[in-house]
């Protein structure tokens, strides 16, 4: 099988293709990744040589690229990753957010549509299993009060111009299956966390403040709630959807692992506090919890986000490895992994 995964190169692309061409050594992996800010081939590294992965620099917004990678590799499956994705960029220039995210989309899509079927719901026969899967975030649902959870039947209220564009990407993807008969299925994830997540991130900023000791912003409070899913347990969903998941459908994927970001940056400096008593010493101080500062909310901030993932779980049998008990553990390991950090 010949996949194209567009924004490889990114925190969830790349482990994904790592993961994909561990399990799946024969399937041609194609990487198209316009290599942006948050793109990096170093997360590529331990697969850039195997035989069936390649990666392409270029952007999906380009229709004639894009036709071009159709036409050479005859793809059998699209898994699209590639999207703007920070809230606080988009605040501030939304206009790159709504060009990759919805234009981008589309592209991608529509050459797919064009490659894969003869015309509406007439799928040619050598493309009759090829599918569309649509990545997405559980923000295009908007907030949440202190209880309920999302389901694939909550309503979409985005309130950041992100959110938005990706609300406004998963209208298009559904729309060309119930207009075309396109293979579409999407996923909305909760926050992911793991190993090569960009600088930008709450955790990878939580942890280079602590070990520079400069101050750790927290907006507001600190009392926004967020459900923290491990990269490599949405791999496995993402696999397990893309593979067995019903056409036309969505799917959750989430971690009942909820946290509030000041409880996230308790949990971090304690795990640093541990493992680096030498370093505070050398400082004069306790606890990497006296760096923490609280700064103005920024706008448009959802209180919470929970998801209610019963319908993969159900239907296609995913579980998180990340559970509320390990979550430290893993984070603990990732802390050490990333950062090369000694023990004291």
């Not at 939580?206 to 949405?234: C, M, Q, T």
Request: with cysteine; aromatic share 12%; hydrophobic share 35%.
């Amino acid at each position: 099988m010949n996949l194209l995964v567009t924004g490889g190169a990114g925190f969830i692309g790349s482990n994904f293709i790592i993961y994909m061409l561990n399990k799946f050594p024969k399937y041609k992996i194609v990487n198209l990744d316009l290599l942006t800010y948050a793109g990096n081939l170093e997360n590529l590294k331990a697969v850039e040589k195997h035989p069936n992965y390649e990666f392409v620099k270029g952007n999906i917004c380009n229709r004639e690229l894009v036709e071009y990678l159709f036409s050479k590799y005859e793809f059998q499956g699209v898994i699209h990753f590639a999207a703007e994705s920070h809230v606080d960029n988009s605040i501030k220039n939304p206009s790159a957010f709504v060009e990759t995210n919805v234009l981008g989309t589309f592209t991608v899509l529509d050459v797919a549509r064009n490659t894969w079927l003869d015309k509406q719901n007439e799928v040619k026969e050598k493309y009759k299993n090829a599918r569309f899967h649509h990545i997405s975030t559980d923000e295009v649902y908007g907030t949440l009060g202190e209880g309920g959870y999302f389901t694939e039947d909550s309503p979409y209220a985005p309130n950041s111009p992100y959110s938005a564009s990706k609300a406004a990407s998963d209208m298009l993807v559904r729309s060309y299956y119930h207009t075309y008969g396109l293979n579409v299925v999407t996923t909305n994830c909760s926050n992911n966390f793991g190993p090569n997540q960009h600088d930008e991130k709450l955790i990878p900023t939580i942890i280079r403040k602590a070990l520079a000791f400069e101050s750790i912003p927290i907006y507001g409070e600190g009392l926004n709630v967020r459900d923290w899913l491990f990269v490599e347990d949405h791999c496995r969903a993402i696999d397990l959807v893309f593979h067995d998941g019903k056409s036309g459908e969505t799917y959750l994927i989430g971690a009942d692992n909820e946290r509030t970001n000041l409880d996230l940056v308790n949990e971090i400096c304690e795990i640093l506090d541990e493992k680096l008593q030498l370093k505070l010493k050398e400082k004069e101080m306790n606890s990497f919890k006296q760096l923490i500062t609280f700064v103005d909310d920024r706008p448009g901030h959802d209180f919470r986000y929970a998801i209610d993932f019963s319908k993969i779980n159900l239907e296609l049998g995913f579980t998180v490895s990340s559970s509320k008990e390990n979550l430290s553990k893993l984070i603990g390991q990732i802390i050490t992994r990333t950062y090369s950090l000694r023990l004291n």
